[in-house]
């Protein structure tokens, strides 16, 4: 006698229940105990180190077998040194997240030798919020606008971390697209140190998240410090009066190069990513983990509290975006290369 379909699908949904409960404890059986590492390619102090321990002070209690996380810097080269360690060191189990400047990817694509990942092959789990970038500039510089530095005589002093960060991307293509002139000086560790050099006026200004700058200097903006120019998915909405680089641009290839930086670099920026390899059932794992963190209503609390935006993008849409990189067209890529990939 033949099961009749109501039979079979009870049966079916009963399998899927089974294996479903197995997974979690499996996965429980895994993290119960462990510690859950996020490696920050940025030192302390700056947005990525923000969003990073935000993140690890909630998801714990979001990871079947509830374990510990910890949250510690590896800075260098631009956050390089920890892209490269979480593509060759990392070990793939599920146990250590990386998030580091995802704009790295570009510097892949252009060939740059200190690259030593495919960023294809990591596997990518959130962004927690899409992302500009702003130029900010200390008025004793003598520049508070944008048509100021197009017309300055002296080049404006900038404070950069290394290619591929967006702090040193962003000032070079602002330099190769208007003409602006600047000096970049590069070596540091992250937000927070160009944040130091500003305020001791070693550089004049710096070229990061707005949202982060606002949060460092709330009664100094407008004034004592400005924001000039900004990069990303139009104009900022607490930015509304300061130019998009992309209206800067008078030629196709211009508008194309801001294109390629400000929208796709928009929804990878803040990429938190694990090593290649990891088991697609614990990449699926955190990946929920994650989402439900960023629901969190206490995680939302101190966001709030902090100033931190909260609009995540998930992994898969962000996996796309990283692929995107890999299609631009070869022209494009040699005349970008020359921009953002300084020769040493």
């Keep these: 006698m033949r099961p009749n379909r109501v039979s079979v699908l009870r049966t079916a949904l009963g399998i899927a229940l089974i294996a479903m409960t197995a997974t979690a404890a499996s996965a429980e059986d895994f993290y119960k105990g462990k510690t859950v590492r996020i490696i920050v ?4 102090g700056g947005g990525f180190d923000a969003y990073a321990r935000l993140v690890g002070r909630h998801i714990g209690k979001h990871i079947p077998g509830a374990p510990r996380t910890l949250v510690t810097s590896m800075t260098g080269a631009g956050n390089l040194i920890a892209a490269n360690y979480m593509y060759n060191k990392a070990r793939p189990d599920g146990l250590t997240i990386g998030h580091w400047v995802g704009t790295l990817v570009l510097q892949q694509v252009l060939e740059n030798k200190r690259v030593r990942f495919d960023a294809r092959k990591f596997e990518w789990i959130t962004v927690p919020k899409p992302s500009y970038t702003a130029c900010v500039v200390a008025k004793d510089s003598g520049i508070t606008s944008m048509d100021q530095w197009l017309a300055a005589k002296q080049p404006l002093k900038l404070g950069g971390m290394g290619p591929g960060s967006s702090i040193s991307d962003i000032p070079r293509l602002v330099g190769s697209i208007t003409g602006a002139p600047l000096k970049l000086v590069e070596g540091y560790g992250g937000a927070a140190r160009v944040r130091l050099a500003i305020e001791k006026r070693e550089v004049f200004g710096g070229c990061w998240s707005p949202d982060v700058i ?3 200097w709330p009664e100094k903006i407008p004034g004592e410090l400005n924001f000039v120019v900004q990069v990303g998915v139009g104009r900022h909405p607490r930015l509304p009066d300061v130019p998009n680089i992309i209206e800067l641009a008078k030629t196709e290839e211009q508008r194309q190069f801001a294109g390629v930086v400000g929208r796709n670099a928009h929804e990878i920026l803040r990429g938190f990513s694990l090593p290649p390899g990891t088991p697609k059932d614990r990449v699926e794992l955190l990946r929920k983990a994650f ?7 206490e995680l939302l609390a101190e966001a709030k509290k902090a100033k931190l935006i909260i609009n995540p993008i998930p992994g898969t849409r962000v996996a796309q975006a990283v692929n995107e ?5 070869s022209e494009l890529k040699a005349r970008l290369k020359q921009i953002l990939v300084p020769k040493r």
């Design 214 to 216: 606002l949060s460092y």
């Design 291 to 297: 989402a439900d963190t960023f629901q969190d209503p």
């Design 41 to 44: 390619g940025s030192a302390p």
């Design 325 to 329: 990189f890999f299609e631009l067209d």
